[in-house]
């Protein structure tokens, strides 16, 4: 089964406007981490949001945000006023467990195109 | 901001051949990982190493595949004899504090295996 679901292989969002990519995840770990990084076209991974299982908050880094649903085991990220720059693949990913040696799985992406 | 360094950025290899991918991890960090990805699609995790030693791999990370950190700063990946299947993007990445905390990745080799 999968570990990191996301639903959405491709979305198209007009410039300015806000976007939420989904992001679905499986663990039975009551300690586990969630990331988003982004990959241009370029193709490097660029981090951009880290939310820890027992962080209260919903982290927050600019115009990014983690919209945590613990209950839900959700962890969609949302970006603010999009530019176009921001058009890019973006991977949600997980850590199960509280060891610093845990490996982080990854999604299988969302392709963000940001239309002028 | 300090940056993991792979080198090469592109490497063509005939199959069967062997290939090491060289990465420099951040100078302060302990925790190095190898994952691939196949013509944009899934990042998916080969190995982590830590201590000196391997601390898990995947069910990719077969007999064909080694890693070793020779020196104080380089890490590597080793394939012993390339099939066609292992051409993909493959990425170093590195962590002061292991996943908790973010991955710094490098920009990746593109191996092309013929």
């Known amino acids: 089964a999968q570990k990191i679901t996301q639903t959405q292989p491709g979305m198209f969002v007009q410039e300015k406007e806000a976007v939420t990519l989904d992001c679905t995840y499986d663990t039975s770990d009551q300690s586990y981490g969630l990331f988003w990084y982004k990959q241009p076209s370029s193709g490097e991974m660029i981090f951009l949001i880290y939310?820890?299982?027992?962080?209260?908050q919903n982290a927050t880094e600019g115009r990014y945000s983690l919209n945590f649903q613990k209950a839900r085991k959700s962890a969609n990220l949302v970006i603010s006023a999009s530019q176009l720059g921001d058009s890019a693949m973006y991977f949600c990913a997980m850590r199960e467990g509280r060891n610093r040696d845990d490996k982080i799985i990854f999604g299988k992406g969302t392709r963000l195109h940001i239309l002028p | 901001e300090p940056e993991v360094t792979q080198t090469p950025s592109h490497q063509v290899t005939q199959m069967g051949q062997e290939v090491i991918l060289r990465c420099v991890p951040i100078?302060?960090?302990?925790?190095f990982y190898w994952y691939r990805q196949i013509l944009g699609q899934k990042v998916e995790f080969l190995v982590s190493?830590?201590?000196?030693?391997?601390?898990?791999k995947s069910e990719i990370f077969d007999d064909q595949f080694s890693v070793e950190r020779p020196d104080g700063s380089n890490f590597t990946l080793k394939i012993r004899s390339t099939k066609l299947e292992d051409s993909a993007m493959y990425f170093c990445?590195?962590?002061?504090?292991?996943?908790?905390?973010?991955?710094?990745f490098g920009s990746g080799t593109q191996l092309s295996v013929l």
């Open positions: 190493f830590y201590n000196n030693e391997i601390s898990e």
């Open positions: 100078s302060n960090h302990l925790y």
């Open positions: 990445a590195s962590s002061r504090q292991g996943t908790n905390e973010k991955l710094f």
């Open positions: 939310q820890g299982s027992y962080d209260e």
